[in-house]
């Protein structure tokens, strides 16, 4: 009964590194969201895809950026990790009804 | 953006009823969600509210006015295994949710 999956479930990288974050969807959905989420704060938007090749700025894209070449694919790329982007991130399918297991990425 | 509030920590008793508030503002309201969080895992999806009225299903039932840009959480017959973090968030337009901080409900023999 999977619906979303996520590369890696916990990933510790190097400051400066390129940082591939993988999420597959077996729902046949458009939407595909990336998501953040950090104590105190909740969960916070990064970017969203309504359809393939299409993406759209959530409320903190900087330092991130995204790939849909595939409908049930959606990469979140850190071009140059920083230590601030230590985090939980989640990916979410079906308008967010369904969220992935999550990624707790270290930046040392 | 959105201001969403909802209490940071509520604790109950097993068999009890717990209630959890959340208030929001935004400009163009497309919903309101209601997710459970156990420690360490993602978010699960409880339910959707986007008209004025209580949607009940089964333990958990989730109340919405739009007019007072508010929302509860009720759940009724706690269990140990609902202690968790509770996620109220609104969809602003077609796509975009914004998440409350979430409440973490602990439940007690």
């Given at each position: 009964d999977v619906k979303v999956t996520q590369s890696s479930r916990y990933l510790v990288k190097r400051t400066g590194e390129k940082v591939f974050l993988e999420c597959v969807q077996?729902?046949?959905?458009?939407n595909m969201f990336w998501y953040r989420q950090d104590p105190g704060l909740g969960l916070r938007l990064i970017y969203f895809s309504y359809d393939v090749k299409m993406k759209e700025k959530g409320d903190i894209p900087e330092g991130y950026s995204v790939s849909r070449e595939k409908k049930e694919r959606f990469s979140l790329i850190l071009e140059s990790a920083s230590t601030n982007q230590t985090s939980m991130y989640l990916c979410a399918g079906k308008d967010t009804q369904y969220f992935g297991p999550g990624t707790r990425l270290t930046v040392l | 953006g959105q201001n969403i509030d909802q209490p940071t920590e509520m604790t109950a008793t097993e068999g009890a009823i717990v209630q959890i508030n959340c208030t929001y503002q935004t400009s163009g309201f497309n919903g309101l969600f209601w997710y459970q969080q156990h420690a360490g895992e993602a978010p699960t999806f409880l339910s959707y509210n986007v008209l004025d009225g209580l949607e009940e299903k089964g333990r958990f039932s989730s109340f919405l006015s739009r007019s007072k840009g508010y929302s509860y959480l009720l759940l009724k017959?706690?269990?140990?295994?609902?202690s968790a973090s509770y996620l109220c968030a609104v969809r602003d337009g077609d796509y975009k949710l914004s998440f409350g901080a979430g409440t973490t409900v602990t439940v007690r023999a």
């Open positions: 077996d729902m046949d959905h458009e | 017959e706690l269990q140990m295994k609902d």
